[in-house]
């Protein structure tokens, strides 16, 4: 299968050939015609799968073949993404993809300044790129106005669920033209999905494609057996002994970022935490600096690094386990991508059976378990339950305006300080709530459960 088969223009051909890209990825193939014939769709596509050209294209397409307004151009498309870094990214497809044909787009999230947005929406433009939040200060300033948008994008729906968007995204979409064409793409599909789905899209076909980043035999999975207590010294230990250069370690919390990548420093590591209470510039500079080899270890929470292009990295860590499984295979499909090979590294503690037994039934096999000679766990340390949801409890945050939510923070991690032993040792958690997290509640759960 070629490009060329798709239906796209001699100006979308000439710059996707630019990229090397010499056939279109799975959800390309299926969602491109689709999106041509002016179609709804519903993809289970995530990062990874080349989902970005499979709307950006064919949008394009769309855009550039009608007859240019005359006078001021109204907003014709719009791109919601939940987070900062992921419209960074979005937007920058748009351009890049976009380069031959007369079409302006620009992006638009918090933690920046609003003037210079204001400035290029003053302009005129085509497509525009937007976390929920700033995107609805700009509609209350009147600084931009929805009510020629034909086409709508909404990028991981389900992580803009997640994080507590819903109302947001029913606001925005209260703005926008009844007639238009939509496109969904989320990485999973719970009750609220479905909803969300039911209510907007019109017939939509449905796309479903194999995650690209799913672990491949490349990526090998280990986990480390370690006492809660003793994992930054493991991977303190870890990264020095074995030399690693780039490192990726997730943690639960933003909290426990921020703490573990302290601690490295003061072992001597070059760290940086990346997180959604950093603001945009500290983003940008950790993951330029890690990008450049100049910080060892960057450490993230699972919505930090989404939508993240970080791929292709030697070693992925998980300090922490997720409390969804899927995020466990999205933070390991960092590694080992584009036929490289990678290794992803569990450090799991008493307190994680049970989350390591759900990774496990979701990947359908064991993950070996090696003990570090020196960490041996102590079989004396009980459970302790893991906080629910993604940062424990707290109230619903108000909106920071930067596509994150921001609300009151618990502590970080799991170390709730009461020893527990049965339904605790498998996390405190009844059986199935990391999942139910996932599929269905969080309207039943406080925005700032998700942490960024
Ligand atoms: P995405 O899933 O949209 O985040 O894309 C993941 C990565 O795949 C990005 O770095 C893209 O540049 C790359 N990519 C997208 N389409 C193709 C393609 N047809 N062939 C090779 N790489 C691609």
């Known amino acids: 299968m070629s490009f060329d088969t798709l239906g796209l223009s001699a100006e979308l051909l000439r710059a996707v050939s630019e990229q090397g890209y010499s056939e279109p990825t799975p959800v390309q193939s299926q969602a491109i015609p689709v999106i041509i014939q002016g179609k709804d769709i519903l993809a289970g596509a995530q990062t990874g799968t080349g989902k970005t050209a499979g709307f950006t294209l064919p949008l394009l397409q769309h855009l550039s073949g009608a007859t240019p307004v005359k006078g001021r151009r109204p907003v014709r498309a719009l791109i919601l993404t939940p987070t900062r870094e992921l419209a960074a990214q979005v937007a920058e497809s748009v351009s890049t993809y976009g380069k031959y044909l007369p079409l302006t787009s620009t992006v638009i999230f918090g933690g920046v300044k609003i003037n210079p947005q204001i400035q290029r929406l003053r302009a005129g433009v085509d497509i525009v790129v937007a976390t929920p939040g700033r995107l609805l200060d700009h509609v209350s300033q009147k600084t931009l106005d929805l009510s020629a948008v034909e086409m709508l994008v909404l990028d991981e729906a389900d992580r803009m669920l997640d994080m507590g968007f819903i109302h947001d995204i029913r606001k925005i979409l209260g703005l926008l033209p009844k007639r238009r064409q939509n496109l969904l793409f989320s990485a999973t599909y719970s009750n609220d999905i479905r909803k969300l789905a039911d209510k907007l899209l019109d017939a939509p076909v449905l796309i479903e494609v194999a995650r690209r980043n799913v672990p491949t035999e490349l990526v090998e999975q280990v986990v480390h057996p370690v006492d809660r207590e003793r994992k930054r010294e493991l991977l303190s230990f870890m990264v020095g002994s074995q030399n690693w250069r780039q490192v990726l370690v997730f943690t639960r919390t933003k909290h426990g970022a921020n703490r573990l990548s302290q601690q490295l420093e003061k072992d001597g590591i070059s760290s940086a935490a990346i997180h959604g209470n950093k603001s945009q510039g500290a983003r940008t500079r950790a993951l330029a600096n890690f990008k450049r080899g100049e910080v060892r270890v960057l450490v993230a929470t699972d919505i930090a690094a989404r939508g993240l292009d970080i791929d292709q990295l030697p070693h992925v860590v998980n300090y922490e386990l997720p409390n969804v499984p899927e995020d466990y295979v999205h933070r390991i499909g960092r590694t080992g991508r584009a036929g490289n090979e990678g290794q992803a590294v569990s450090l799991v503690c008493v307190d994680e059976h049970k989350l390591l037994g759900d990774i496990e039934r979701l990947l359908k096999r064991d993950l070996s378990r090696i003990v570090i000679p020196g960490y041996e766990p102590d079989p004396a340390i009980r459970a302790q339950p893991i906080q629910k949801g993604r940062n ?61």
């Open 392 to 452: 424990g409890g707290g109230k619903p945050g108000s909106r920071n305006g930067s596509g994150q939510q921001r609300g009151k923070r618990s502590g970080g991690g799991n170390a709730s300080g009461r020893g527990r032993s049965g339904a605790s040792a498998r996390g405190g958690q009844p059986k199935g709530a990391a999942g139910a997290n996932r599929s269905g509640n969080s309207r039943r759960r406080p925005a700032s459960s998700r942490s960024a």
